[in-house]
């Protein structure tokens, strides 16, 4: 890959991080009010967000050979990063699947969607009745037993923006 297509990559991994961290700075300001829509809110947008990165450095279907190991390396973003997971930001970008699994796979069919607390809060609930739990205890978010820690991915987002804003400013030559 060209330096100049490299640079453009890296800026958007700088504007994704960015918006993943203005993300998790709105959650973090909304969960003192508690305004739950902006919870959720800034829950998927930080997902977003952080499967957007996931998907600039692990490309699935890449139309440039190499890209994603030549942009990680460029980052130095290695291979177990805690970016490149996507199941969650999955699991809300096709949430209408995940809904029609619940329905056909529910035993009782008991329903607890968009909660903020830990995930025992409501008695006899089963781990896969709870749809969008967010545990402030220890900032995860959980769907049908399922549990994503957000610290690592905004720790691990807040180092990757300071490189990919290095990376981006240097000449395309």
């Given at each position: 890959?060209?330096?100049?297509?490299?640079?453009?990559?890296?800026?958007?991994?700088?504007?994704?991080?960015?918006?993943?961290?203005?993300?998790?700075q709105?959650?973090?300001?909304?969960?003192?009010?508690?305004?739950?829509?902006?919870?959720?809110?800034?829950?998927?947008?930080?997902l977003?967000?952080?499967?957007?990165?996931?998907?600039?450095?692990?490309?699935?279907?890449?139309?440039?050979?190499?890209?994603g190991?030549?942009?990680?390396?460029?980052?130095?973003?290695?291979?177990?990063?805690?970016?490149?997971?996507?199941?969650?930001?999955?699991?809300?970008?096709?949430?209408?699947?995940?809904?029609?699994?619940?329905?056909?796979?529910?035993?009782?069919?008991?329903?607890?969607?968009?909660?903020?607390?830990?995930?025992?809060?409501?008695l006899?609930l089963?781990?896969?009745?709870?749809?969008?739990?967010?545990?402030?205890?220890?900032?995860?978010?959980?769907?049908?037993?399922?549990?994503?820690?957000?610290?690592?991915?905004?720790d691990?987002?807040?180092?990757?923006?300071?490189k990919?804003a290095?990376?981006?400013?240097?000449p395309?030559?």
């Amino acid at each position: 890959m060209n330096t100049m297509v490299l640079r453009i990559f890296q800026r958007e991994v700088e504007r994704q991080c960015k918006f993943a961290l203005i993300a998790a700075q709105d959650l973090n300001q909304a969960l003192q009010t508690p305004d739950m829509d902006r919870i959720w809110y800034s829950v998927q947008a930080f997902l977003v967000a952080a499967g957007n990165i996931s998907k600039l450095l692990w490309p699935s279907k890449p139309h440039l050979p190499k890209r994603g190991d030549e942009l990680r390396a460029s980052l130095s973003v290695e291979d177990n990063s805690p970016l490149q997971p996507r199941k969650f930001r999955n699991h809300f970008e096709h949430f209408d699947e995940r809904l029609e699994n619940w329905a056909t796979s529910s035993k009782r069919h008991n329903f607890a969607d968009s909660n903020v607390g830990p995930p025992g809060m409501i008695l006899g609930l089963e781990p896969g009745d709870y749809i969008r739990n967010f545990d402030t205890t220890n900032f995860a978010v959980t769907f049908r037993g399922d549990v994503y820690y957000l610290q690592p991915i905004i720790d691990a987002v807040g180092s990757l923006w300071k490189k990919a804003a290095i990376e981006a400013q240097k000449p395309l030559r």
